[in-house]
Structures are given as structure tokens and as C-alpha cells.
């Protein structure tokens, strides 16, 4: 009897696994409880981005407070990950000249808890759930945030900006002394607020993330994902169209023995837009692609590898 | 790795731009002009109605023109009109280009008031002067904020300390005007033709935004130029013009639409100006010509040689006297925006294109706009107000195209500028050469 495809899939993927973690140094796969791994770290950070946006490129710089870690708990039953950014941002905005001048603040976290259905064995599945937001505020001195309107869009980047997104992953975990490693794929629903000449987005997400960590401080992540909206109508013009993004992020983070940590993140997305008219043709068009790039240094004011 | 692969990833690596947006406007490439209709002629009387409604913004976005403009859609469709050409030129006021336009051929043209002067740094009254040169070397900063410094409330007292304030200069030459002396064949235009003397830029801005008006009906974002461009997934004028079968080209020998898209030579659509004289001369234009200057050149935005830009635009007129399509055309000669250039007549409010979306009612200062067709009213002085995005319902009148915003859709389309009667000498006189030596001359 041929072997079905998803077994077939299940099979190599179980190989992709123990093959990364031989190439890791793992010890052979053992029926023992799985050990405790825990990372976590927390200080004051200072950091700087730059990127493009469909409203311009743009220069930021962050200083503030970061708390982020892994850590299993009940003898390797749950998986809890998590990262809390609290940042006053500021810099250039390049959609108009001079540029425009931001200043405010950003609160970026995650929290993300996984079960791990063989707590005892290093490797098992995995299923986690993971919430997001991420809320930046940066206004310009002397203009209010209705004065936006009055100048070239800065939609993604400057005045209230809300994203949130509510994520469910399932796959594989393996835990060992030394090391983690995560690889999941995972349903997500995005959100994003209205803004000045942009409506509010709602993205279904389908996407594969890997995470690997470390004991000795390194963290390193990848994911890509598709996403689309949903058909939004316009009544009014006969049309309706439909919002697709991919996107592809990844970070790497390494946390010093002594003062602190660094780490370098960076992403890159491109929409593309579905519009048909009624009685009329389609239309597939693609914005550019953005991306974005940011390095944080980080004075660890507690620092624990376990 | 194999060769073939290897071939590929370089021919992509030089080949694939991932800064590029696709506009998704590929199908133009094939889509073939419709024959006109040998049945189209004289003899279409259009009433003015609605005018109440529309100045009240009281139609949204889709509404169709026969609805805004009270004339059944079966009289729209028989305007003698397949073939529309924008010339639009770039930064120039009415009054700098047309100051003696009333005293020079056409009197029904409002008249610079004797009055009008703008205040200079020293607290001194400057009042309109004749130009000494068709090359002024100064470009007086135009954006929104200059430009609300401009119209100062509507006071249009601003345009020299602007100047004074953005240039190298005493700001002095933003109050120059030219005559026929300077310009012979614009003001053989103006005066043969219909213009509109309260033809104002949707948007008290530059570039980008005022051009954005007209292919979207609506500023998509865009308030100042140079960096941000409309999304490509606006919904434009181009969109309605395929969806209805028709065609459109936009032609230039620089940036089509002077930049104001990020589009090139290699985007759907984008021709030189050669295949625009070429379609002329074969009777193949496209339903919808854009046509644009090269920037600085022959475009007529400072610091070009105003001269060079009216050699080009009578290339373009002789090519379309000739062309086999003269009888279906309508050409719009127009300035995108006044460039920051004086102006006496306070811009009134326009509609707000779309509710929750820009706040651009602020109209910026008058532009000159001329209707040039065998069907257009000759030696008339329009009074009717309207911004580039009366040229957008035009095209849409004469197509049965639904508006893109309720900008357009509360637009006049300016239709008072054409006599469709029979009866009419449709015939045009030869037009003078274009002035000469003007840039010497300082």
C-alpha cells in the first residue's frame, strides 16, 4: 500500500528535525522528562531602524525598555514566550521635504503560550496561541494628529498607529538542556487600524515560523506568511477589491555573558490588490515592496539562562 | 548549479525591479481603439441643469453624468467627441499668462483689477509688470504651504513674500504677466477658442496632488510633491475607460504626468511623442491622450523657455488640424497647477471627493484652460467654475463613465465651452508661429 502524502510529509519532517538537531550538537533523542529551559532577559535598550513604507522611507530611533524570554514550565508541558517593548521613537519620516520630524512612543509585545503534547520526550508536538499588539503613537511638534490630513500620507508610520494579531501555530517542539527549537505553521488574523487614506485591514494570515534558542543567549526566529483580507465593497464605484499580502521577517538575537545583548531584526512585505469592477474588468495591482531593518542594543538589568 | 537556473536568476537579478509598483494596467497594451461612429455629427442641444444640486455636492461617487448634468445619457452619447487630448502643461497662473488677454483679443476674459498688487518685503505695493524674459530662472515654492501663504485666506496678497521667501530674488517677478507680444500663438488660442476664466487647480498645492485630481478625481495621499505617490490600486480614470472597452495613451518625452505616478517609459501605456504625432497623422489616437512637456524644457514650468512650450504645443495643434480624427477631438489645453505665479481671483471651496477621506476643499489660484475642437465655442469666455476634474467628467459625459468621487461627479463638465449645432464653420484659421527670442530678451 503507497504511503499517503501527509504521512509522508509527517515522516520527513520528523528526519528535518532530528537531522537540525544533530547539526546542533543535540544528544540523541532520550525518553527522559524534558529539562527546563528558560531565557530570559530584560533592560534598558537603545536601537535604530530604518526602512521604507509606502509613504517614504524613514530613519526612527528607540530607547526605552524591553522584557523578552522562553521558558518552559511544568516539567516541559507549556511553552511560554514572550517580548514586551516599551520605547520612546522618534526620527525623519521622507514623505515630503523637508522630512517630517516624529517624535512619540511605541508598545510592542507578544505573548505566546504552547502545549506540548509529550512533555517527557524532547521532541513533541506542539500547539500554541499567541496574541500581539502593537501600538505607536508619534505626532510632530506644533501640528495635532488631525493635522496629518494636511500633509502627504503618513499612513504605517506617524500619528495613532494599532496593529494587533491573534495567532493559533501547531507543529513541532524540541527541547533539550541546551536548545529550543520551534517550527510551526500557523493561522493568524491580523489587524490594523483606520488611518488617514487607509482603511482599517483585517488579514488572514497562513504562515511557517521557526525559533531557535540557545542556553548560552542566542535567539534566532524566521517566519513567512500569506495573508488576505477580506473582498471590501464600494457600492458607490461598483467595485470591490480584495487586499494580499506576503510578507518575511526574521531577528537574531545574542545575549553577552556580562553587560547586555544585541539584536537585529528585519522584514520585508509586499501587498498586492485585487480590484473588479462590476460590468467591468479586474484589475492586479502590487505595491512596492517594503522592508524594514532595525538594530537594538540591550543593558540587561536581569539577565537569566537556565 | 545548472546553467539554465543560473541564466535565470540573472537574467531576473537585471531584469526585476522590486521598487516597481504594478499599476496592473498591462491589458491597455492590447486593447484596440473602437472605430468611431461615422453616425455622430452636429446637432446635439444640451440643457444647463442641475447646477443648484451640483454646487451643493449633492452627487456621490458613481453617479453618472446624464443623472448630474440633467441631459438624457442617449444626448451625451452623440456628442461628435471620441477622442479626447490634455495637454497639460505645468505651473502658470492666468493672470501671468493671460494678465492682457482682455485687452488683447478676447474681452470677455475677467481683467487684472488696477488695483491688484501683492505687498513686497519692504511693505511696498508690487503691481503687475510685463515680463522682460520667456525664461524666468526662479521657481517660487509651490507646495501647500507655500501656497496657503499664496492665497492668505483668500486675500491673494501673499504670492511676492512667498517668492521673496523661497527664491534668491525680491519675489517681484511672481507679479509679471506676458501679452501677445510675448506669447503669440497661446493668445491666438485663447482668443479663438473657448477659455475659461474661472478654471481653478483642485488643490492649493503642486504637482503631484493637482494631477492626482484629475486621473483619480481625488488627491489619493498626496498633498506635496515629490516623494509620495497615489496607491496603484486607486481607482482611476484609467480603470473606467478599459472597463468600458476604451483606450487611453500618455504621452511624453520626459516623465508622463510629469512624474506624478513614478511611471517611465516602460509602463503600460507610456508612448513618445512621436506615436502621438504618428497616431494623429494615421487617425489612431486613443480614446484619451495625456500628453505632457519634457520637465524644464518645453513643459513651461520655470525655469523653461515659455516660447519652447508653445513651439510644442503648435506641433501638436498642426498634427491634430491634419489628422484624420480633427472632426471626433476635443483638446484641452490646461496648467496643472498656477506654480505659485499671482493670481487675483480668490479659489472657492470644491467638493469633498470622499467623506472620511482628504479634506482638500480648498481650490488653489486660476489656471488658463482652453478647449480646442472644430466643435468648441470659438472666441468665448467661459465664467462657469471648475478644476481639472471638469475634465474628468468631461470624459466621462462623453463615454457614459460613472464619477470617481463626488468631485467629479459635481463637476460642470464643461460643457459650455462646445456648440454642437449644425449650421456651424467648423473650419480653423492657420495659427501664428510661436514667439521668438523672448528668452534673450531681459
Known amino acids: 500500500m503507497p504511503e499517503s502524502g501527509a504521512r509522508r510529509w509527517a515522516r520527513r519532517g520528523a528526519a528535518l528535525l532530528v537531522l537540525l538537531s544533530r547539526g546542533a550538537g543535540a544528544q540523541p533523542l532520550e525518553s527522559a522528562a524534558a529539562p527546563r529551559f528558560d531565557s530570559r532577559v530584560r533592560g534598558v535598550i537603545g536601537g535604530v531602524g530604518i526602512g521604507t513604507s509606502s509613504v517614504g522611507d524613514y530613519l526612527l530611533v528607540a530607547l526605552g525598555g524591553q522584557w523578552q524570554g522562553i521558558q518552559s514550565l511544568r516539567a516541559g508541558r507549556w511553552l511560554l514566550q514572550w517580548d514586551v517593548l516599551l520605547a520612546a521613537r522618534g526620527g525623519y519620516l521622507a514623505n515630503q521635504e523637508p522630512y517630517l520630524f516624529l517624535l512619540g512612543a511605541r508598545l510592542a509585545s507578544f505573548l505566546e503560550l504552547g502545549y506540548r503534547w509529550q512533555a517527557e520526550q524532547p521532541l513533541s508536538p506542539y500547539l500554541g496561541l499567541r496574541a500581539a499588539a502593537d501600538q505607536q503613537v508619534l505626532g510632530h511638534f506644533g501640528r495635532s494628529f488631525s493635522d496629518f490630513d494636511q500633509f502627504n500620507s503618513v499612513d504605517g508610520v506617524g500619528g495613532l498607529v494599532a496593529r494587533g494579531a491573534l495567532r493559533l501555530a501547531l507543529g513541532a517542539s524540541l527541547l533539550e538542556q541546551e536548545r529550543s527549537l520551534l517550527l510551526v505553521g500557523f493561522l493568524e488574523e491580523a489587524f490594523q487600524d483606520l488611518q488617514v487614506n487607509t482603511e482599517a485591514l483585517a488579514l488572514t494570515q497562513l504562515g511557517l515560523a521557526a525559533r531557535f534558542d ?12 500569506w495573508g488576505f483580507a477580506r473582498e471590501r465593497q464600494d457600492s458607490q464605484r461598483a467595485l470591490r477589491d480584495q487586499r494580499q499580502r506576503v510578507s518575511l521577517r526574521g531577528g537574531l538575537r545574542w545575549v553577552f555573558e556580562h553587560t547586555g545583548w544585541i539584536e537585529a531584526r528585519a522584514s520585508l512585505a509586499r501587498d498586492s490588490n485585487q480590484l473588479e469592477y462590476s460590468g467591468g474588468r479586474s484589475y492586479a495591482t502590487r505595491d512596492a515592496p517594503v522592508f524594514d531593518v532595525e538594530v537594538v542594543y540591550g543593558f540587561a538589568l536581569e539577565r537569566f539562562l537556565q | 548549479m545548472r546553467p539554465a537556473r543560473l541564466v535565470w536568476l540573472l537574467a531576473c537579478a537585471a531584469s526585476c525591479d522590486p521598487q516597481e509598483s504594478d499599476w496592473g494596467l498591462g491589458a491597455i497594451r492590447s486593447l484596440q481603439t473602437p472605430p468611431d461612429d461615422p453616425t455622430l455629427g452636429c446637432g446635439v442641444e444640451l ?70 498688487s501683492n505687498p513686497d518685503e519692504t511693505g511696498s505695493d508690487v503691481f503687475p509688470t510685463h515680463a522682460t524674459t520667456t525664461c524666468i530662472d526662479s521657481d517660487p515654492g509651490h507646495q501647500s504651504a507655500s501656497m496657503q501663504r499664496c492665497v492668505n485666506g483668500g486675500k491673494m496678497d501673499g504670492f511676492v513674500l512667498n517668492a521673496a521667501a523661497t527664491t534668491r530674488t525680491n519675489g517681484h517677478f511672481v507679479m509679471d504677466y506676458y501679452d501677445e507680444i510675448d506669447l503669440p500663438f497661446y493668445y491666438w488660442l485663447a482668443r479663438s477658442f473657448a477659455i475659461s476664466d474661472r478654471h481653478f487647480a483642485p488643490n492649493a498645492s503642486g504637482t503631484f496632488a493637482n494631477r492626482a485630481f484629475l486621473e483619480f478625481a481625488t488627491n489619493a495621499g498626496v498633498v506635496d510633491t515629490g516623494i509620495v505617490f497615489p496607491p496603484p490600486s486607486t481607482p482611476s480614470l484609467f480603470h473606467l475607460l478599459m472597463n468600458a472597452g476604451l483606450t487611453w495613451g500618455a504621452y511624453s518625452d520626459g516623465l508622463p504626468f510629469s512624474g506624478s505616478l513614478d511611471w517611465d517609459h516602460a509602463d503600460p501605456g507610456v508612448h513618445r511623442l512621436q506615436e502621438l504625432y504618428d497616431a494623429l497623422d494615421r487617425g489612431t489616437l486613443p480614446n484619451v491622450a495625456f500628453v505632457d512637456g519634457i520637465e524644464d524644457v518645453d513643459d513651461d514650468h520655470p525655469t523653461a523657455d515659455l516660447q519652447l512650450g508653445e513651439a510644442r504645443v503648435r506641433t501638436v495643434l498642426e498634427h491634430a488640424l491634419a489628422s484624420p480624427q480633427w472632426q471626433r477631438l476635443a483638446m484641452f489645453w490646461t496648467y496643472d497647477e498656477a506654480g505659485a505665479f499671482a493670481d487675483h481671483v480668490p479659489p472657492p471651496r470644491g467638493c469633498l471627493p470622499l467623506p472620511a477621506r482628504s479634506p482638500f476643499t480648498d481650490l488653489g489660484p486660476r489656471v488658463p484652460l482652453v478647449a480646442i475642437s472644430p466643435w468648441a465655442r470659438r472666441g468665448y469666455a467661459s465664467h462657469v467654475v471648475h478644476d481639472h476634474t471638469a475634465i474628468t467628467r468631461f470624459i466621462e459625459a462623453v463615454f457614459g463613465l460613472p464619477a470617481l468621487t463626488a468631485r467629479d461627479a459635481n463637476s460642470d463638465a464643461l460643457l459650455d465651452l462646445f456648440d454642437f449645432s449644425c449650421g456651424r464653420d467648423l473650419g480653423v484659421e492657420a495659427p501664428p508661429e510661436v514667439g521668438s527670442g523672448g528668452c534673450a530678451r531681459r
Open chain 1, 214 to 225: 540557545l542556553r548560552s543567549g542566542l535567539s534566532a526566529g524566521l517566519e513567512g506568511a
Open chain 2, 47 to 116: 440643457v444647463v441643469a442641475n447646477t443648484r444640486e451640483r454646487a451643493q455636492c449633492a452627487y456621490p461617487a458613481g453617479t453618472l453624468a446624464a443623472d448630474a448634468l440633467g441631459n438624457p445619457a442617449a444626448l451625451l452619447a452623440a456628442i461628435p467627441i471620441r477622442h479626447v487630448i490634455i495637454l497639460m502643461r505645468e505651473n502658470r497662473s492666468f493672470d501671468h499668462l493671460f494678465g492682457k488677454l482682455h485687452e488683447r483679443g478676447q474681452p470677455g476674459v475677467e481683467a487684472v483689477p488696477a488695483s491688484f
